[in-house]
């Protein structure tokens, strides 16, 4: 199954995250908030690594 992450609050928008995304999945919507798009993450985890603010987490989803 394949991991899903998700953006919860805390974040700060220091963009770290959107960097490091391998497939840019990752988008900043109107300069205020962060999202992840489901379809795109590969669930590499590569953005939680970079998360100062501990604001990414692993969504458990059934599929
Ligand atoms: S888990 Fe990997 S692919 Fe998914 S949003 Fe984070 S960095 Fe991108
Ligand atoms: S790395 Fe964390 S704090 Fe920075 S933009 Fe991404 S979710 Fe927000």
Same mark, same amino acid.
């Given at each position: 199954?394949?991991?899903?992450?998700?953006?919860k609050?805390g974040?700060?928008? !220091?963009?770290?995250? &959107?960097?490091? /995304?391998?497939?840019r *999945?990752?988008?900043?919507?109107?300069?205020v908030?962060?999202?992840?798009?489901?379809g795109?993450c590969?669930? !590499?985890?590569s953005c &939680?690594?970079? /998360?100062?603010?501990? *604001?990414i987490?692993?969504?458990?989803?059934?599929?």
């Amino acid at each position: 199954m394949k991991r899903i992450f998700t953006v919860k609050g805390g974040c700060v928008l !220091c963009l770290n995250c &959107v960097y490091q /995304c391998p497939v840019r *999945a990752i988008s900043i919507i109107e300069d205020v908030s962060v999202v992840i798009d489901a379809g795109k993450c590969l669930g !590499c985890g590569s953005c &939680v690594e970079v /998360c100062q603010m501990e *604001a990414i987490i692993e969504k458990k989803e059934k599929e």
